[in-house]
């Protein structure tokens, strides 16, 4: 059986189409199915959408959060209380095409155990958001030494896989980086973003910009290696400068150097801020994990 996990936030005109369109062709092509929505937070007609649907279509479950958990706890969530042999996340706005999902439950006949949607366009994204994605995702493969350039969340995992990604402890996480990971037998299903057939994307810039900032620093050291890299940069800097400050004192033709004075200092002081205010966000994630909270609530599932 193939679980379908469908994280939902404010996706009330989204819900039946996605689960008849992904039905339908899962029928068609003979896979047994569950739809497993997961509803997270949601402030509109999300979650009644989705009771009524679960009533009357026997495919349909779903786990339902106190409040706003965020994604990766709603994807953490869908994994946990799937019950299929493989698992598939998507997006239930149907940009994830659901017409890509027999390839990959083929290829998981064939032996593959973890399924990549590999996006072969973007859509009608902005100019500043496929170049603030690209910088991001070449970060991550850096500090992976993994290819996320072309990542997304829409991926089928077989069984073992599912359970390696969950047995990780930690408070925050990040379904892309982990699936690629936790190892496996590893292909790729290119497939094109589909524009949204209702409702408006929670995702602005500012909102992707945090979300970037949370999982590199959830993932990788690389932010603290530049703070480091920085002031090494800043120390030879500052090396010179004294040579030279010397060297003209010496001379006699030392100058009172009021603006060279300012510069410098506001140049210092930035980076020692944005250097503390990374380190802040290190000591935050680690704040967060030590309190052992769990990742999110369920008010009730099916």
Not at 185 to 205: I, P
Not at 222 to 250: N, S
Not at 263 to 281: R, Y
Request: charged share 25%; glycine share 6%.
């Amino acid at each position: 059986m193939l679980s379908v996990i469908l994280p939902a936030y404010n996706e009330a005109e989204n819900i039946k189409r996605a689960a008849k369109r992904t039905g339908d062709v899962l029928k068609e092509a003979g896979i047994e199915y569950e739809l497993v929505y997961v509803n997270d937070g949601s402030t509109d007609e999300t979650e009644s959408e989705i009771e009524s649907l679960a009533d009357t279509d026997s495919h349909v479950r779903y786990v339902m959060f106190s409040r706003n958990f965020g994604k990766e706890a709603a994807i953490s969530a869908g994994l946990a209380h799937s019950k299929g042999d493989c698992v598939a996340v998507m997006d239930c706005d149907l940009q994830h095409p659901p017409e890509t999902l027999p390839r990959m439950y083929k290829l998981w006949e064939e032996g593959y155990e973890v399924v990549e949607g590999v996006k072969s366009s973007r859509g009608k994204e902005s100019v500043a958001h496929k170049a603030f994605a690209g910088f991001f995702y070449g970060i991550m493969s850096k500090a992976m030494g993994m290819d996320m350039r072309d990542a997304s969340d829409f991926k089928l995992l077989d069984r073992r896989a599912v359970e390696a990604v969950l047995s990780f402890p930690e408070y925050h996480s990040f379904f892309r980086a982990l699936s690629s990971f936790v190892g496996f037998k590893k292909t790729k299903v290119d497939f094109e973003v589909q524009e949204r057939e209702a409702g408006k994307s929670k995702w602005s810039l500012k909102a992707l910009f945090f979300y970037a900032m949370d999982n590199i620093m959830e993932f990788s050291a690389v932010p603290m290696h530049i703070v480091t890299f920085t002031g090494i940069i800043t120390f030879i800097f500052a090396i010179a400068l004294g040579i030279q400050t010397l060297i003209r004192y010496f001379d006699g033709t030392a100058a009172e150097g009021f603006t060279t004075v300012i510069i410098l200092l506001l140049f210092l002081g930035s980076i020692l801020m944005i250097s503390l205010g990374i380190i802040g966000m290190y000591i935050s994630k680690i704040y967060d994990e030590v309190k052992h909270r769990p990742r999110y609530i369920i008010s009730k599932c099916s």
